[in-house]
C-alpha cells in the first residue's frame, strides 16, 4: 500500500509563487510514474502535470506550461510542483498521484492507482 502525503499549498496572490511537494511511502518510488491534477469546486478533476519513470520525462497542461514546473527527486521518494505566476484559476485543491504499475497515460487519471489527500491552493485577483 503506497501513502502520498502532500504539503505546500496556501493563499496567495495573482502573479505570485507556491511549491507544492509530496512525499511516498513505497520503497519501489523511482519506478513509479507521478502526476499532479486538480479539482476546482463544481468541476471534473483535471491533468495539470506529470513525470514518468526514468528518465524523469515531464508533461504539462497547456493552461499551466511555461509557469509551473514539476521534478522529482528518487533519493527522498519526493515529486515537487513549483508554481510561477499563479492566477485566480489556478485556485483549486491540488492532488499528488502515483502511477505504480508503469501502464497507461500519465494525462490521464484513470492510470493512477494512489492519491494523496490533497491540498488547496488560493490565489486572489
Known amino acids: 500500500q503506497e501513502q502520498l502525503v502532500e504539503s505546500g499549498g496556501g493563499l496567495v496572490h495573482d502573479g505570485g509563487s507556491l511549491r507544492l511537494s509530496c512525499t511516498a511511502s513505497?520503497?519501489?518510488?523511482?519506478?513509479?510514474?507521478m502526476g499532479w491534477f486538480r479539482q476546482a469546486p463544481g468541476k471534473e478533476r483535471e491533468f495539470v502535470a506529470s513525470?514518468?519513470?526514468?528518465?524523469?520525462?515531464?508533461y504539462y497542461a497547456d493552461s499551466v506550461k511555461g509557469r509551473f514546473t514539476m521534478s522529482r527527486d528518487n533519493a527522498k521518494n519526493t515529486v515537487w510542483l513549483q508554481m510561477n505566476n499563479l492566477k485566480p484559476e489556478d485556485t483549486a485543491i491540488y492532488f499528488c498521484a502515483a502511477n505504480t504499475r508503469r501502464w497507461g497515460s500519465l494525462i490521464l487519471k484513470e492510470a493512477y492507482d494512489y492519491w494523496g489527500q490533497g491540498t488547496q491552493v488560493t490565489v486572489s485577483s
Open positions: 513525470i514518468s519513470w526514468t528518465p524523469g520525462t515531464t
Open positions: 513505497g520503497r519501489t518510488f523511482s519506478t513509479y510514474g
